[in-house]
């Protein structure tokens, strides 16, 4: 292997990495990176832009949960159940989706 064709030994920029946070269905949404621009470089903002914001961040996440429940229900059951909620399983149980296609899995 001549020195052309060895690979880099060079550490990526973060601007070149991927960082799987949270996978498919839990990745943070734009407003997340907003957030995180207005706390930690203190960026101009706009009167009243964290309502705003948190209106979104709750939508989005409250869209993910139901999302991720429709994934594993019997996940989300256990947890209500322990909650004290009673949840009965359907008489007749849809069968599951394609294990390839549940987002709840994806990286």
Not at 3 to 19: G, V
Not at 35 to 47: G, P
Not at 89 to 106: C, E, G, H, I, Q
């Amino acid at each position: 292997m001549t020195a052309d064709e060895a690979p880099s030994r060079k550490l990526p920029k973060l601007s070149e990495m991927h960082l799987p946070v949270g996978g498919h269905r839990m990745r943070p949404a734009l407003e997340d990176v907003l957030l995180f621009l207005q706390r930690e470089f203190a960026i101009d903002t706009a009167q009243g832009w964290r309502a705003v914001l948190d209106e979104h961040l709750c939508n989005w996440r409250d869209l993910q949960l139901k999302s991720a429940v429709r994934d594993n229900p019997e996940a989300a059951a256990e947890v209500l159940r322990l909650l004290g909620y009673q949840v009965r399983s359907p008489t007749v149980v849809a069968p599951r989706s394609d294990p390839d296609r549940n987002k709840l899995y994806w990286p």
